[in-house]
């Protein structure tokens, strides 16, 4: 190629480059070389994914933080406390999922990418034009707010550095942020966004708070105790002790937790570590890494906790031990579970490591003794004073009695149980006793059977009554449930105080901004309060002069709307409007208004 041939190409390439350049210059200046080396970068692609923000990426959560039910499955990204900042694709590819929901993550997209990685945008206010023009038309075509839209593979393509929506707030979302992942695209399995070189500063080392060593069959002991003993911790900078100068000593079958929490250097939010490791004599026998999971393990956090003391006292203690039934892939080689046998006389060097996902790292070193109970006699009673069965993990259990009966699928416990079950009298609004279904602090990892005998509600009524969980009096839990030869029958996957109560309330719809006869001409919207008193809201729809309208539900406000749309009911006329929402059993409210628009 000569000199001349040369130069009109590069002029040519050159000129149509120009149609990009704003997505060109957005990728330089968001392409990082970013000090904090992730703890395990060589296994993921480095500067592949650009920041989906314009701004320095600050944080709120971590992959991985611990949550209800749930380990986290990506990053929160703070927008300064505010709804619509530019969202932009972190690589090429084709959007292969829409999804608008009044929970969960809200609007979402989801970008399948060339190098067989996909990336999940979730809580945003609002699509580009595009989208939101598509997504639209769908919602119209199936009359419904809530879709789950596949495209076509080539509808919806985007660029690295692309506009693709605006941050938001909607969804499951307490506060306006862009939850961001990183997914195995064959698998859909999230993997921590951490560990791609994003330009996060983070040099501090994990937080440890407090250590629990627990006793784990009725023989075991700690400090003459067969109950768990939580002590706190003092240091910092990544090296911790014991606060008091409680020493400890065991006997028998013993577990240990650490509480810990990670932060980043620009932002005050408590997130979560990436791994844990315990180790006895300086030989490993614990350890779990947050690098990826599924979504179907999401609920074993259930487990990897110390549930119990989340109940009771709100704070996450890690168990560095596995229960039998718990089979998340996060944990790594371990010996006997991470359980320790203290039977010989003697001490034991312990030692807790605990890192993030840039190598910074704390340790809790401490010395456990053991001590041979001699003639002590601390056993507790074989049974508490309400058991009322042995149920096995591994298998299916069945219990029934005093007018309610549950089955339990193999699976649906961590670990065995000595099966607690009584009944107390009604309590206002019930029409059966209170069941206790063993206590609100074991955890259930999967949905069981639970019928409760309701045979002398009345016919008529029988499509209203439902069984609720009222273990929080001042916020009862309706579970989905049918009456069938003279039971009620739920499935649900907690245990605690069970009754029946019926539902024959319709909702409530509270107008906020119209009233009859007025000119909306100068609002954007039609806005409602809707609420439910008890099974909770299940549909709606909103028709304007018969013709039905876009209604969006956000739920954790209460607040139900319409956004005027021009370009489909016009302007300058006077219309009616009708409401209707249903409770999940069937009762109905309707609100209807004529107005001027």
Known sequence: MNHFSFFILFLFIFITSQGKEHTANFVEKHTVNNKNTPAVSEKFPVNYFISPVDFHLRLSANFGELRTNSFHAGIDIRTGGVTGKPVRAAAEGFIYRVRVSPVGYGRALYIQH???????????????????????????????????????????????GDFIGYSGNTGSSF???????????????PINPLLFNFDIRDDLPPVLYTLAVYPLNHTSLVNGRNEPLYLSLGGGNGRYRISSNTGIEVYGEIGFGIQVTDFLNDSPNRCGAWSVELMTDNRSIYRHELTKFAF??????????????????????QRMFLQPGNSMSIYGNHVNRGISSFYNEGETEVRVIVKD???????????????????????????????AMLMRYDQENRFSGQGASLSLPAGALYDDLLFEFTSSSPVKGSLTPVYHIHNEYTPVHRNYNLSIKAEDIPKAYRDKALIVNITSPDSPGAVTSRWSDGFMH????????????????????EPLNIRPGRNM???????FRVKDDLSGIKSYAGFINEDWVLFEFDPKNDHLFYVFDEERIGTGRERKLELYLMDQKDNIAVYTVDFFY
Do not use: W
Not at 175 to 189: K, N
């Open 114 to 160: 060339p190098n067989g990685l996909a990336t999940v945008y979730g809580h945003l206010d609002k699509f580009n034009e595009d989208i939101e023009k598509y997504v639209q038309n769908e919602q119209y075509r199936q009359q419904s707010f809530s879709v789950d839209l596949r495209p076509p593979e080539g509808r919806l393509r985007v660029s690295q």
């Open 521 to 527: 001409s100068n609002q954007n919207m039609i806005s």
């Open 296 to 317: 179907a393990e999401l609920r074993y956090i259930n487990s990897h906790i110390d549930y119990a003391e989340r109940i009771r006292n709100r704070r996450n203690i």
């Open 175 to 189: 506060g306006p942020h862009l939850h961001f992942e990183i997914r195995d695209g064959a698998t859909q399995m």
């Open 490 to 509: 739920c499935q649900t996957n907690v245990f605690g105080r069970f009754t029946v109560m019926l539902d024959t309330i319709p909702p409530t719809i």
């Open 357 to 387: 996902a840039y190598k910074n790292k704390s340790e809790l070193p401490f010395t456990v003794k053991t001590v041979p109970p001699g003639e002590q006699k601390m056993s507790p009673p074989p049974h508490p004073d309400n058991f």
